[in-house]
């Protein structure tokens, strides 16, 4: 592991930025200016970090301080965008808490995108995607990523199997069950993808038409009934231990 | 997969009961009696499923119903107290709403014990065990499951490693990283356990002292900072699929 420099400290505040960053000033209003100012309570010469998913991450020191804002200085890039194992997590909506779950834990786990799936038995409609956003940014300041899932626009299941890239392989999580999903993984390196029912699970012809994919392969994630984001976090994990960079 | 027979419906309301369950008339009162009679609202005649942590479950029938408690018939053992594989999960406590995810999580993934276990940095002083409990009860019950993990008394850290068992591994997720969790999981089978740090970490000392113990075997989750609740869902995950009963 690398040595850990004295400064900045380990709680320097992290924040977000959604555009590209570079050397020089930058002011912050709005609420990551109360979160700085308010919150962490940050005063001139204290350290910032930000990031932009785009170049990395930036050493910033305070430079002045408003009620309301504050002027940044960036000095210097502390770390590049950092790589990111090439998985997709592909999974309907969930109720609020367990679907903000699930984002936060596939934004720490390191999946490359988050692709809301529309599915038959989803009990809620539309997945807020800006509250699954707001829930990885979160996850992703607090965690030291430098990197953050894409987020896809929301696909119907039979859209998302139409236009199924031909190079990565779709693992999904049937209740019926499959192939244990350790060997599965491991024999089949290379670009994937994992596949979450909602809580009320795929329906028959869904079921049949993601079995129907030549890259659809069902894996079993044991003998006990998981819930749809703990079969996520579980399927993220074991790929990442056996096919990811772990 | 067995088949799955039509009676009682699959969204026939599951129980947990604190003690030995046979066949026979039962009473129930109480907060389990509000649940059945106003949420569930179940009339005569409609089926029940208890289970027990011990026998395993049981199909009831309700037989009378009054405005707050049934009276419900056990007819069969459906299905016996099902194997639990042998991992416990030793975590110090988080705060709510994390401590909570991670109870449910370690029940729906199957792990036999969890161990409160106290270390200096935790930010929560005295585990709610009570709370712990009734989240795995209710992760129980959703999940269709007939054992709960056991929960041990909260333990200091000194003491758990003073007094750990010779014969199983201690499996423990430390942020200077160590051997790759499948791979080390993989080879070694047998009784095991996952500790999981405060959101805090473990200070040097404790770091140190669980290094130590023969049988402690540090695990790398990959390069990402995993926040404590994910990583105790990742490794168990892992375990699970390497050397548990996926």
Redesign the interface.
């Known amino acids: ?1 690398a040595a850990v420099p004295a400064w900045p400290p380990r709680s320097t505040p992290r924040l977000f930025v959604d555009e590209e960053l570079h050397e020089g000033p930058r002011h912050i209003d709005g609420p990551p200016a109360h979160y700085l100012l308010s919150v962490m309570r940050l005063k001139i010469g204290d350290a910032v970090k930000l990031f932009d998913d785009r170049t990395g991450e930036w050493l910033a020191v305070v430079e002045a301080t408003g009620k309301r804002d504050l002027q940044l200085q960036l000095r210097t890039l502390l770390r590049p965008r ?1 790589p990111v194992p090439d998985l997709w997590l592909c999974a309907a909506p969930l109720k609020k808490g367990r679907v903000d ?1 699930m984002a ?2 596939a934004c ?3 999946v490359a995108r988050l692709v809301p799936v529309l599915t038959r038995r989803a009990v809620v409609g539309n997945p807020n995607t800006d509250r699954l956003r707001a829930h990885m940014i979160e ?1 992703a300041e ?4 430098t990197a953050l899932p894409e987020l896809a626009g929301p696909v119907k299941l039979t859209a998302l199997l139409r236009e199924w890239p031909p190079e990565r392989t779709l693992f999904f999580a049937d209740e ?2 499959g192939e ?3 060997a599965a993984m491991r024999a089949r390196p290379g670009p994937a993808a994992i596949l979450i029912g909602p809580e009320g699970g795929f329906d028959d012809a869904e079921r049949e038409a993601i079995r129907a994919l030549p890259q659809a392969v069902a894996i ?8 749809a984001d ?1 079969a996520a ?6 790929w ?3 096919a ?3």
């Open positions: 592991m950092e779950w936060e834990k720490e786990l390191g996850a607090q965690c030291g990523r019926a069950g244990p999903a350790a079993g994630l044991g003998p006990r009934i998981l819930r703990t976090a579980a399927a993220i994990a074991v990442m231990s056996v990811g960079d772990w």
